[in-house]
């Protein structure tokens, strides 16, 4: 008889849905408020509106398609049930090769407490990798008094949620939260931004600088297709944004269309907002180390972005530079997870470095 680890530690199991009598609601009901994408009035959990990823994919179809997925998402509400379960379902299954199921197709939820200052983590959703619809446990409150509690629940982070639900227990209140700052950033980038290479949902680059920052924060994060397009960037514009951090040199600098397309896509932004835009540079990867071509490559965008900010600056526009090769320190290929995207370490470290540029900015609160 073939063994496996589920044999000897229960703790792997994979979550029921459970036998307890629940009350179901869709999570875009009065009850739930919801964050990161201006498109959740329309059917689905996308990052853009349907006309907004329909006049991208006239000229980038991968962008337009990174743009239905969740990343970045967030339900946030109240309430003192004492059993709370999800249900999911998904565009797709698990698929990737350098994810985890839980960070590519999976929930995470946190709720507040006073013991670590903020939100911590509750529980994740742990399911059969090969379904493409999940119900699962993710509340531990069935033996501890009922009381209103603060919850976070963030959406997977490289699929296309098609519907999602939230049960509580029955008579259990609950109400929308909201967050104490009323400040709205958006980060846009590769797929590092994305948030491959995270665990779970909860540690992509945005749900940590939304937790740390206690504000909204828009990911826009598109996998191997941020190419800074003028479109792009008067779609961004229109988002009603207090900061812009990007970071797509990963994507746009493999060749010439960020040096082509940088200048066009912060004039379409800033035609709509004139707010504090940081521009990044890419952390570096393990093959800088024996790839030349690569190397100088960086060198050049390095150079180039710094001189980028430094121009729009002599025009007023408040736009900084931060070097990502600074963000990893000692021996850098430790904070990836294949050489290039970083692991949960390295997400902590590129919010670290969002978090400081945001503050140096004088636009968020100590």
């Known amino acids: 008889m073939t063994k496996n680890i589920f044999d000897f530690d229960t703790n792997m199991q994979q979550q029921g849905g459970g036998d307890r009598p629940l009350v179901w609601r869709d999570a875009k009901g009065p009850e739930f408020a919801r964050f990161g994408s201006d498109a959740l009035e329309e059917e689905g959990w996308h990052r853009l509106t349907a006309a907004q990823r329909a006049r991208i994919r006239a000229f980038n179809d991968g962008e337009a398609w990174c743009a239905e ?19 999911v379902t998904l565009d797709g299954k698990f698929n990737m090769t350098n994810m985890t199921e839980t960070g590519q197709c999976g929930v995470d939820l946190y709720v507040y407490d006073e013991r670590v200052g903020g939100y911590a983590l509750h529980e994740v959703a742990r399911y059969d990798l090969d379904a ?50 009323s400040a ?21 680059p945005t749900n940590l600088l939304s937790r740390r920052l206690g ?12 190419m800074m397009e003028p479109d792009v960037g008067d779609i961004l514009g229109a988002h009603g944004l207090d900061a812009l951090i990007v970071d ?26 004139d707010v504090p835009v940081v521009l990044f540079s890419r952390v570096p990867f393990a093959l800088d180390l ?21 121009t729009y600056r002599k025009r007023g526009r408040l736009v900084t530079f931060a070097d990502g090769f600074k963000l990893f320190k000692g021996n850098f290929t430790e904070y990836t997870c294949d050489g290039v995207h970083p692991d949960d370490v390295g997400m902590r470290a590129l919010t670290d470095a969002y978090e400081r540029e945001l503050r140096r900015l004088g636009r968020m609160k100590p």
Do not use: W
């Open 248 to 273: 797509v040199e990963p994507n746009a600098g493999c060749d010439e269309r960020l040096r082509d397309n940088a200048e066009p896509f912060l004039d379409a932004f800033f035609a709509h907002r």
């Open 184 to 204: 709205r950033i958006g980060v846009y980038g590769t797929s590092i931004v994305h948030g491959c290479g995270a665990s779970r949902p909860g540690l992509a």
């Open 132 to 181: 493409s619809y999940y119900e699962v446990p993710l509340s531990h409150f069935v033996h501890a008094p009922r009381k209103m509690r603060r919850y976070i629940l963030n959406l997977p982070l490289y699929i296309a949620v098609k519907k999602l639900e939230i049960g509580l227990d029955e008579g259990a209140e609950v109400r929308p939260a909201g967050f104490a700052c």
């Open 69 to 87: 997925h969740s990343s970045g998402i967030q339900v946030k509400f109240e309430t003192d049930a004492s059993d709370i379960r999800v249900r």
């Open 215 to 226: 504000c909204e924060v828009y990911n826009f994060g598109f996998s191997g297709s941020a």
């Open 290 to 310: 024996y790839d030349d071509y690569r190397a100088r490559m960086a060198d050049y965008y390095r150079a180039f972005l710094r001189e980028l900010a430094k």
